[in-house]
């Protein structure tokens, strides 16, 4: 590790050397003996960015655990906490979330235009007045959420630390289900998904074969289809990259 370090070190200080001979525009005059010099050798200094590969010494001689491949046969559910949604008149709760300190949002898509918010073990702790009902949400920061309204055909940017709309899309569809990931936000439309950005401006419009629920993931779309049982995956250039069909999953 020390002799890495020390031709490193010595890389570091090596340099490439350019030469380039610039004349001079007097040159014609040479036979009138007024110049003495036929030009200049002008030199310029570049990092030789040099690439070295080293070895993981320490990684090679240390026990690597591997975990077992986990299968869905393997996988056991454990109920943590049940959440008792506050009746407040008509109840029909569409979106769910869970910000950064652990808190659950709800979307509650009727009349009363509410999102509610619990805390990690269930428990109330307050709603806010959002602008029509409210079909999903997806958490963007720990201080901003977007949610989207169904059939009013715009989602919004909401700080709902101040209660504050901070941006309005107006898609010119109906907005449905939403996810986060890596700077973007997808939103489900009628046939295709919308890709903006954190600010609200749009990248692209992907369509897809998905009905409702998607999701996204380092530039991957996942959607369901609950009319012909069928799951795809999707990249933003509208190429399918898989579909999954199992006679044991209805309605997806």
């Keep these: 590790m020390s002799e890495i370090e020390s031709i490193k070190t010595a890389t570091d200080a090596l340099y490439d050397y350019k030469f380039n001979l610039v004349l001079n525009s007097d040159i ?8 003495k010099e036929f030009g200049d050798i002008q030199v310029t200094e570049h990092t030789s960015n040099l690439k070295i590969k080293e070895l993981k010494i320490e990684q090679a001689q240390m026990q690597q655990n591997v975990q077992p491949r986990c299968t869905v046969a393997g996988i056991k559910l454990q109920l943590t906490t049940k959440v008792d949604i506050k009746k407040d008149g008509q109840m029909n709760i569409t979106g769910c979330a869970i910000l950064s300190n652990g808190h659950l949002l709800y979307a509650n898509y009727t009349f009363q235009n509410n999102i509610f918010e619990y805390n990690e073990d269930g428990n109330h702790i307050d709603r806010f007045k959002v602008s029509a009902t409210p079909y999903d949400i997806a958490v963007l920061d720990s201080d901003r959420i977007a949610i989207t309204y169904g059939y009013k055909r715009f989602f919004e940017i909401f700080n709902y630390r101040n209660s504050r709309i901070e941006k309005k899309i107006q898609t010119g569809d109906c907005c449905w289900r939403l996810d986060y990931s890596n ?12 890709v903006y950005d954190i600010t609200g401006q749009k990248l692209c419009i992907v369509t897809v074969k998905g009905k409702d629920y998607i999701s996204a993931s380092n530039g991957s779309l996942v959607c369901s289809n609950f009319l012909n049982n069928n799951v795809y995956c999707y990249d933003l250039n509208e190429k399918e990259a898989w579909k999954f069909h199992d006679d044991s999953l209805v309605n997806p």
């Design 28 to 35: 014609q005059r040479l036979s009138n003996g007024v110049i």
């Design 183 to 194: 700077g973007k936000i997808y939103v489900k439309l009628h046939a295709k998904v919308g």
